[in-house]
């Protein structure tokens, strides 16, 4: 049709110069219309969503909302004739709560959990010994832990707030990486947009229906259908899943957030999450409800001090029109039914079946991790350690059986005693050995913590050694000690720690050893040295910037920072104090951090360093030692050297820095039938120098890792290569086998 129209214009034109006429020849080029496809409208609507993402986000940094929600799982049952779900948890919580930022808070005024106890637990195996070795890297802050199930996953604003209009969507609790939004800056990266509808909502008036696309199977992205309205590129409705290779423990897990429609802006108003899982081979159906009402925006930040304290517990008693209008029917008849009882879960009868399912033994538990039994009612529990940790078939003397008992006892007034006893036997030489550690925990606000340790053992003269070390007798001194300690929290993240130690330390040259320890090279003869004994007084000051914390059961639970943490150490042998010989001075001082870097992954780095400061009766033992690396196998990067081929000692200064980074498949998850294997990538460096002694060594290795989900457990087992250069070598290489485990609790990876 236009090239018709062109074609009568200029005959116009040739009829109104036809006095001048000219012979000529005229040639048109063809004109193409091209009709815009679904993707490329797709493409436009998410682009000016993008645009608008800042905008709106800024008007999202700071406002607080009163928030109910609901979170219910059903497990499978069989009977004889059919499959059926039965309600095994359900969980409640109305708060007022905030939001700023990164920073969250919640107020509750109502927090039922009808499943799980909920109580206040020191998780793991915990040392309560008074050792004044720092290099570990341990700290003097107690790890708390709520005992919560780990599928009701949604507890306060933090999870039930899956903002799009971040970037970087953080859902720890579901994710090892965060998310990245469908109308992030880098969204184009990663997702493919089509248009699907385009119709006038009531409520928004005109409204795209985008369907998202992940580009990467194994990245954790976004799939399903966003809706954006026409006028001002918001997004109004949004309903899909998260990619399944990329989440945890949860198997499939699908989102609905509905928004509304408040002045200028568009926020959400309820979001639905729907999961299954599979726990002890049944199969789990899960969801959560979350009801934003009541938005206030504020414009002037709260300071720093408010978003401190995480969690409130300011529970009142509310009638229960506080729930929402539109909860299902089946879920009010359970809430209100445990309304009625809500007395039963206090009785001996109600806590003895939740103890009966939690004291169960698994098979795992038995071999590696410990079996522990709880008695909710009068608040006691008791670990024994994994059979893996009881044989000792390369210890001092030969093969030696280890028990190590761990049990703790909570008073009515939340003050806890804990008994460590570890009994020692060696076969050969028939001696006993064995030590007690003591603890008790007081005004659990300041984490106040007083610890007495006696024993007789064979003690490590480095106690950060690799395996053939912790075999070997070369590494192993007798040690009759007794110590104090006394710990406490000053103001918010500084602690403070004092310590006692007097150990008579012993040469093992007398012990025996069975003939067949022969083949085994890696048993080196003991350490010979004259008996002596020392007393070591020390102080230990520990500093964490902004600490954040929850307060429950009147206890204090420290939560994981951002920032890094700083830490110092002084110990002295004191001389003529209970007959010890020793009279050193040593100061140390350490930089620790573990941080997210988006969709990049995390890292984590340690620097310590230390100086002895005066040494008039220095001991062999008192020596500051750098364990020999193992040949095969790639011991905590974060604590420890790679390529160390001998061990070392210094009497002097030293400083130790170790860096790791878990990019967690951000490469090879892009990489097509590669993804499949779900490989991750690490990289690492660490630099050791004792400027004395005139050495230095730089390594660095990298490699590659794999999740795997063993019974209810995480791993991670990788492979890695490792390089050096030193002082003594110019250059040295070896290929490594790294075991890395999932701290479930505090959300972390050992390294």
């Not at 008849?333 to 033994?361: C, G, P």
């Not at 890792?705 to 995480?714: A, G, N, P, Q, T």
Request: charged residues 25%; aromatic residues 16%.
């Amino acid at each position: 049709m236009i090239r018709f129209f062109l074609l009568f214009l200029l005959l116009l034109l040739i009829n109104e110069n036809s006095i001048c006429q000219k012979d000529s020849v005229l040639q048109f080029k063809d004109i193409v219309i091209k009709k815009k496809s679904k993707r490329d409208w797709g493409k436009e609507i998410i682009r000016k969503a993008i645009e608008r993402r800042q905008e709106i986000e800024k008007k999202y940094s700071n406002f607080e909302v009163d928030i109910y929600s609901i979170s219910k799982i059903d497990k499978e049952k069989k009977d004889s004739l059919e499959t059926i779900f039965v309600r095994e948890s359900q969980m409640e919580w109305k708060s007022k709560s905030y939001f700023e930022l990164r920073n969250t808070k919640d107020v509750y005024q109502v927090y039922n959990d009808y499943g799980s106890s909920g109580r206040v637990e020191l998780h793991g195996n915990p040392n309560v010994g008074t050792s004044t070795d720092f290099l570990g890297g341990g700290r003097l802050a107690p790890r708390l832990a709520i005992d919560e199930n780990p599928y009701i996953f949604v507890k306060g604003i933090k999870e039930a707030f899956f903002n799009l209009y971040q970037n970087y969507i953080e859902a720890s609790h579901l994710c090892a990486k965060p998310i990245v939004s469908p109308i992030a800056d880098n969204a184009f990266l990663y997702y493919r947009f089509d248009l699907v509808n385009t119709k006038l909502d009531p409520d928004f008036g005109v409204v795209n229906e985008i369907k998202v696309t992940p580009i990467f199977d194994y990245e954790p992205l976004l799939k399903g259908t966003i809706w954006i309205d026409e006028s001002n590129s918001n997004v109004v409705r949004f309903t899909g899943s998260i990619n399944g290779n990329s989440l945890l423990f949860i198997k499939s897990l699908t989102i609905d957030i509905e928004y509304t429609k408040s002045s200028e802006l568009f926020i959400p108003k309820k979001f639905n999450y729907d999961f299954t899982s599979i726990d002890n081979r049944k199969m789990l159906l899960g969801n959560t409800s979350v009801y934003f009402t009541n938005y206030q925006f504020f414009d002037i930040p709260k300071g720093i001090n408010f978003w401190k304290e995480t969690k409130v517990f300011d529970l009142k008693p509310l009638d229960t029109n506080f729930r929402p209008a539109d909860l299902k029917v089946e879920d009010e008849k359970f809430v209100r039914s445990m309304d009625s009882i809500r007395s039963y879960k206090s009785s001996k009868e109600y806590l003895d079946k939740q103890d009966d399912s939690i004291n169960k033994i698994y098979w795992l538990d038995v071999l590696w991790n410990g079996v522990s039994f709880r008695n909710s009612f009068s608040k006691q529990r008791i670990w024994f350690g994994g059979f893996i940790s009881q044989v000792i078939p390369f210890g001092v003397g030969g093969y030696r059986h280890r028990l190590n008992i761990f049990y703790d006892k909570e008073f009515q007034n939340g003050n806890k005693i804990t008994l460590q006893p570890t009994i020692d036997y060696g076969f050969y030489n028939k001696d006993l050995k064995g030590e007690l550690a003591l603890a008790y925990d007081f005004d659990q606000l300041k984490l106040r913590r007083i610890t007495f340790l006696a024993g007789d053992i064979y003690d490590f003269v480095n106690s950060f050694q690799n395996i053939a070390g912790a075999f070997g007798p070369s590494n192993r001194v007798r040690n009759q000690k007794i110590g104090f300690s006394y710990r406490s929290e000053l103001i918010n993240g500084l602690f403070v720690k004092y310590s006692f130690d007097f150990s008579n330390r012993m040469s093992i040259t007398n012990v025996q050893y069975p003939e067949w320890v022969n083949y085994f090279g890696m048993f080196s003869k003991p350490l010979p040295f004259d008996n002596y004994k020392v007393s070591i007084l020390g102080v230990e000051v520990e500093y964490q910037p902004f600490q954040k914390y929850i307060i429950k059961e009147q206890k204090k639970i420290l939560l994981d920072s951002k920032w890094p943490l700083f830490g110092l150490k002084y110990i002295t042998g004191v001389p003529s104090l209970f007959g010890g010989q020793s009279n050193y001075g040593y100061l140390e001082a350490k930089i620790t951090q573990q941080a997210k870097l988006a969709a990049l992954g995390n890292y984590q780095f340690r620097i310590v360093g230390g100086q002895f400061l005066y040494k008039k009766d220095l001991r062999l033992i008192e020596y500051k030692y750098f364990r020999t690396s193992d040949v095969w196998f790639l011991s905590n990067p974060v604590t420890s050297m790679q390529m160390l081929d001998t061990l070392l000692n210094t009497t002097n200064s030293y400083v130790q820095a170790n860096f790791i980074h878990h990019f967690e498949g951000y490469f090879l998850n892009k990489v097509w039938l590669l993804n499949r294997l779900k490989l991750e990538e690490t990289v690492g460096t660490a630099f050791l120098t004792l400027p004395q002694n005139n050495y230095a060594l730089v390594e660095v290795f990298a490699g590659i890792e794999r999740k795997v989900k063993i019974s209810k457990y995480l791993w991670k087992f990788g492979l890695f290569w490792t390089s050096s250069i030193s002082s003594n070598r110019l250059g040295a290489s070896h290929l490594k086998i790294g075991i890395n485990f999932y701290d479930t609790f505090h959300k972390q990876w050992l390294y």
